[in-house]
């Protein structure tokens, strides 16, 4: 039974293109996270809901918009998709909101852009 | 600008023997440190954590070493298996502050049979 999981697990589309991944944790967990890993292999968080808050929104072109239905689910939307957008896409839960609680992430998603 | 940096992209050892990963920060801020494995096709998982109030923690085969004044950790893997071949993440935060992780880009680490 999978703690965090993300759909779809490989994504490819075409630029200009919207897209949406899917990220559902079971754990009962309060905080949300998105990281993106680049080519360079830095992983770095874009976003962090807390029940549903946005509490963490790094520079992140707006293209990107987050969404928290519910403390159990925290969705990516990505607008009109660029080529520097290929990368994979880690969703992450943890059980309180302070950096010092492991975090649980998913499978990623690995978005390719052509 | 790097905060956390894992300067060894590679490490290979032989079954049985220590691996030592490394890790350097740049923000004194950081006082709280966290490593995660990955293996290819999953998302990282939590290994070990310290808390700058100390300098070593230790869990099974895996200790981790924190050298505040040098701004530096290590993982330390002993004996090391080759279910341990894996990137290892180092991460770091500051408690009382943006209440998000900072990583490092990573070592992969191979054990050899």
């Known amino acids: 039974d999978t703690a965090v999981s993300q759909t779809p697990k490989y994504l490819v589309t075409q630029m200009g293109n919207d897209k949406s991944i899917k990220c559902e944790q079971n754990?009962?967990?309060?905080?949300m996270y998105w990281y993106k890993q680049d080519s360079k292999k830095f992983l770095k968080i874009m976003f962090s809901?807390?029940?549903?808050?946005?509490?963490i929104n790094e520079t992140v072109p707006n293209r990107f918009s987050p969404k928290s239905p519910d403390k159990a689910h925290l969705n990516l939307h990505i607008n009109s998709l660029e080529l520097g957008d290929s990368a994979v896409y880690f969703c992450?839960?943890?059980?309180?909101?302070?950096?010092?609680?492991?975090?649980?992430f998913g499978d990623g998603t690995r978005l390719s852009i052509l | 600008d790097q905060q956390v940096k894992q300067n060894s992209p590679s490490l290979s050892v032989q079954e049985g023997r220590i691996s030592i990963l490394n890790c350097d920060y740049t923000?004194?801020?950081?006082?709280?440190f966290l490593w995660y494995k990955k293996y290819p096709a999953e998302g990282p998982t939590f290994l070990i954590s310290?808390?700058?109030?100390?300098d070593k923690n230790e869990d099974g085969r895996f200790t981790v070493f924190l050298n505040k004044s040098a701004k530096h950790l290590s993982l330390h893997i002993v004996p090391s298996q080759p279910g341990d071949s894996a990137v290892y993440f180092c991460?770091?935060?500051?408690?009382?502050?943006?209440?998000?992780?900072?990583f490092g880009k990573g070592t992969k680490l191979t054990v050899n049979p």
């Open positions: 310290i808390s700058s109030i100390k």
């Open positions: 992450a839960s943890s059980p309180f909101r302070f950096s010092n609680q492991p975090q649980h």
């Open positions: 754990l009962g967990h309060d905080t």
């Open positions: 991460a770091a935060t500051a408690q009382g502050g943006s209440e998000k992780l900072v």
């Open positions: 809901y807390n029940n549903k808050e946005l509490i």
């Open positions: 923000n004194s801020m950081f006082d709280y």
